[in-house]
């Protein structure tokens, strides 16, 4: 089945409108720490490898089961919607059943020919960010539950 695309305004009216909706932030804890939608949870999809570029974060799909609910509503997010795109895929082959890929994520979808942002991120929509990092939010306080 298709993962749904959903715009940031549109993941944040879904957030609005269902108490138990999640925003995942798949970004790394560094981006997080940066600024993430408020009320978000981050459990990274990939870490910067010290080579350079990403690499998978083996334990995504185990901190992810032990956190969500798989018939919660869950909103996957990243920088622009591409390893957000990743993270929905691996949870709906896990059996997560509500998904939405937040196209655009936090920091908009840039083309890459022209630099144009094609699709306004949530920072840039205007929604509300916060830079708060707690044992609620944090990927180690995801780890530890």
Known sequence: MAIEQISASDAKAGLDAEADAVYLDVRTEAEFAAGHPEGAVNIPVAFQS??????????????????????????????????????????ENAGYLNIANVVGGFGGKVNPGTGMVEVAGWRDSGLPVSTQVTDHNSYDGQKGR
Do not use: D, W
């Not at 690499?55 to 995504?60: D, K």
């Not at 609910?69 to 997010?77: A, D, H, L, W």
């Not at 591409?82 to 993270?87: D, F, L």
């Open 50 to 91: 010290p080579a350079g570029g990403m690499m998978p974060n083996p334990e995504f799909q185990a901190v992810a089961e032990r956190v969500l609910n798989r018939e919660t509503k869950i909103f996957c997010g990243c920088q622009s919607g591409v390893r957000s795109q990743y993270a929905a895929e691996m949870l």
